[in-house]
């Protein structure tokens, strides 16, 4: 959408949080607060994107680098933010979108529903709104009696009449440019909290005759700004539900959803049962047929082909396992690449860091491990090698193929694998 921008407001640094972290970098299901948006306005089509940023920003700029900012000097409020942002869209003449970094699941589909409004009733402002059976600390949406809305009143500003309307505001807005900037121009500073409130330009668009519409979400996540580590809490659960609901729709059987947290960005095959108190962290992916946990911990750039068993106690990192491998009690294997039908015994360790370098482990096709077995990487244990129990396999002494060894270190037993 070439005659759209988006503003989007990530300058505070969010005091409640308790934390010297920016609050834009909090992570929900191991990725920043502020990346939601971001990829929720690229799925929407919208190219042109500036940050606000104030506190901290050049810990956020490096987190998200190539994106346009500009820098709220003194934080006087979201309505001064946006102003921050003027002269960067001086020569812009599209419609302006205005977002909070930290609502983390705003939809892409809503942002369209919203420009899509806004462009159809030719609007100086749409908005959008939701209805909260609690709606404590929200902003609330006043209108007249003839459902058009009036303005917005914060809740510290509102009287008890007003605190008792349910339909609030999200904080994601489409404008004019040229209302809003001019709005912006007019607005008077807070008395109570000394800022400038971006949500007073709806009741002064509206005094000015100016339309202003309203989209209703449906959904209550998407209302959800994260102001504390418990909101924070609340969004890795919704965001973790999510998840697992997508996997589900597709074929993966998760067989405890309430213990289980598989990341977003995961990518897992039909017919996979995921078992309880199992974690799935980061770019992982899982081919069809798996049967992972419990409680298993797949760590990101992990590969994991088809018809694998992953069983309790088991942590992968940076590894590639091959399919109808069997990993199925208490072990770590960091930066190692497995063969097809692989038998990894009970506490088997690859020791993959020698205090500089992470070293790889390669265990080559049918190969067998025994229980309680470690890897001083680098090692390459050969196709079908045999490594009895409890034996070190020192850095460099690779085991040939089809041979077995044993012992602290391992050396080569005069006898080969029984075929």
Do not use: W
């Amino acid at each position: 959408m070439k005659n759209i921008a988006a503003v989007i407001l990530a300058a505070g640094r969010g005091t409640r949080m308790k934390s010297n972290t920016p609050k834009v970098l909090h992570e929900v299901q191991s990725r920043p607060l502020l990346s939601f948006i971001l990829e929720a306005l690229d799925a929407a089509g919208v190219g042109k994107k500036i940050l606000v940023l104030g506190y901290k920003d050049k810990n956020v700029k490096s987190a998200f680098p190539g994106v346009e900012t500009v820098i709220q000097d003194k934080l006087f409020g979201s309505g001064d933010a946006v102003k921050c942002a003027k002269n960067l869209l001086s020569s812009f003449k599209g419609d302006i979108l205005v977002l909070y970094g930290d609502t983390p699941f705003v939809r892409a589909s809503t942002i369209k529903k919203l420009i899509e409004k806004h462009k159809s009733e030719k609007a100086s402002c749409t908005l959008l709104s939701s209805v909260m059976p609690e709606p404590a600390g929200y902003g609330r949406i006043l209108r007249d009696a003839d459902e058009n809305i009036i303005k917005i009143i914060e809740d510290t500003d509102a009287s008890i009449y007003e605190k008792i309307i349910n339909e609030i505001n999200v904080g994601c807005y489409c404008f004019n440019r040229e209302h809003l900037f001019s709005s912006l121009d007019r607005l008077k500073m807070n008395a109570k909290k000394k800022e400038y409130y971006l949500t007073d330009i709806v009741g002064a668009l509206r005094k000015s005759g100016r339309k202003v519409v309203s989209v209703l979400s449906k959904d209550p996540a998407e209302a959800l700004g994260i102001n504390s580590k418990l909101d924070l809490a609340r969004a890795n659960d919704i965001a973790r539900k999510r998840a697992l609901e997508l996997l589900m729709l597709k074929g993966v059987t998760v067989v405890d959803p309430g213990s289980t947290f598989v990341d977003k960005d995961a990518k897992i095959g039909r017919d996979t049962v995921i078992h309880p108190h199992t974690i799935i962290e980061g770019s992982v992916t899982i081919g069809k047929n798996c049967r992972i946990g419990p409680f298993a911990r797949i760590r990101k750039n992990t590969l994991i082909d088809n018809n694998v068993e992953i069983g309790n106690f088991v942590e992968l990192v940076r590894t590639k396992v091959s399919s109808g491998t069997k990993i199925k009690h208490m072990t770590y294997l960091g930066d190692a690449e497995l063969g097809k039908n692989v038998n990894v015994g009970a506490g088997t360790i690859t020791a993959n860091y020698d205090g500089k370098n992470k070293n790889k482990t390669i265990i080559e096709d049918g190969s067998f491990i025994g229980v309680g077995s470690i890897f001083v990487a680098p090692v390459r244990v050969g196709r079908g090698a045999v490594v009895g129990a409890g034996s070190v396999v020192t850095k460099g002494k690779d085991v040939p193929a089809g041979k077995t060894v044993a012992g602290i270190p391992a050396k080569i037993l005069n006898r080969g694998r029984k075929r």
